[in-house]
T-cell receptor, first 116, second 115 residues
Framework: AQKVTQAQTEISVVEKEDVTLDCVYE???????LFWYKQPPSGELVFLIR??????QNEISGRYSWNFQKSTSSFNFTITASQVVDSAVYFC?????????????FGKGTKLSVKP | GAVVSQHPSRVICKSGTSVKIECRSL??????MFWYRQFPKKSLMLMAT?????????EQGVEKDKFLINHASLTLSTLTVTSAHPEDSSFYIC???????????FGNGTRLTVT
C-alpha cells in the first residue's frame, strides 16, 4: 500500500518559535520521490522541495530544513524562527514510479498557524 | 521558473449547467497533467491523469462522463464539469510536469460553486 500520513492536523505556534511538521510514508517501491507543498489561504499550491529515495542528505533552505530518514520512512519539515507568513496548510506527498507515470499521493495536510 | 495557469479562479454556476476549467503550462511542454479535487479540510484527491493526445485515466469512483478531460495540446488540458450539481462544489486544482522526473507544478486552483 502507498500512503502518506501527516499525524498533526493543526499546529499553532507563536512567531519566532521553531516548528516541525511530521510526514511518514509507506511504499513498496525502491524508487520514489517525496515532496512538500505549501497551500496558503489563497489556495494555490506552492512547491517547496522534492527529494528522491536515493538521496538521504538533509537539506536546508533559509529557514526551512528537511530531514529524510528511510529507516523510519519519514520526511519531516522544520521551520526555524517561524513567521506569520508561514501560516498555511502544508502537504507532504509521495510519487511512485511503479507504474508508467506515477501518481502523486498526498497526506491530509497540517494546518500551521503562526501567531504574532 | 515553470508556471501553470489555471482559469477561472472562481466560478459560480447553476445546477444542470456545464463549466470548463482550463489548465495551461506557460513555459514548458506538459506531457502529463493531473486533476485534483480538494474537499473542505481534506487532502487533495487525484481525479484523473491526462496525457497529451490520448484519453485520460480516471481514478476509481470518478465519473468519466461527468468530469470530461481533454488534453489537446502539450500546453493545455481542460476539465469540464457537466450537468453540475451542488455536490460538485469544490476546489479543483490541476498540475503539470514536463517529464517523468520533473517536479509537478500546480495551478492556482478553481473554486467551483454550484447553486
Amino acid at each position: 500500500a502507498q500512503k502518506v500520513t501527516q499525524a498533526q492536523t493543526e499546529i499553532s505556534v507563536v512567531e519566532k518559535e521553531d516548528v516541525t511538521l511530521d510526514c511518514v510514508y509507506e511504499t513498496r517501491d525502491t524508487t520514489y520521490y517525496l515532496f512538500w507543498y505549501k497551500q496558503p489561504p489563497s489556495g494555490e499550491l506552492v512547491f517547496l522541495i522534492r527529494r528522491n529515495s536515493f538521496d538521504e542528505q538533509n537539506e536546508i533552505s533559509g529557514r526551512y530544513s528537511w530531514n529524510f530518514q528511510k529507516s523510519t520512512s519519514s520526511f519531516n519539515f522544520t521551520i526555524t524562527a517561524s513567521q506569520v507568513v508561514d501560516s498555511a496548510v502544508y502537504f507532504c506527498a509521495l510519487l511512485n514510479y511503479g507504474g508508467s507515470q506515477g501518481n502523486l499521493i498526498f497526506g491530509k495536510g497540517t494546518k500551521l498557524s503562526v501567531k504574532p | 521558473g515553470a508556471v501553470v495557469s489555471q482559469h477561472p479562479s472562481r466560478v459560480i454556476c447553476k445546477s444542470g449547467t456545464s463549466v470548463k476549467i482550463e489548465c495551461r503550462s506557460l513555459d514548458f511542454q506538459a506531457t502529463t497533467m493531473f486533476w485534483y479535487r480538494q474537499f473542505p479540510k481534506k487532502s487533495l484527491m487525484l481525479m484523473a491523469t491526462s496525457n497529451e493526445g490520448s484519453k485520460a485515466t480516471y481514478e476509481q469512483g470518478v465519473e468519466k462522463d461527468k468530469f470530461l478531460i481533454n488534453h489537446a495540446s502539450l500546453t493545455l488540458s481542460t476539465l469540464t464539469v457537466t450537468s453540475a450539481h451542488p455536490e460538485d462544489s469544490s476546489f479543483y486544482i490541476c498540475s503539470a510536469r514536463g517529464g517523468a522526473a520533473s517536479p509537478l507544478h500546480f495551478g492556482n486552483g478553481t473554486r467551483l460553486t454550484v447553486t
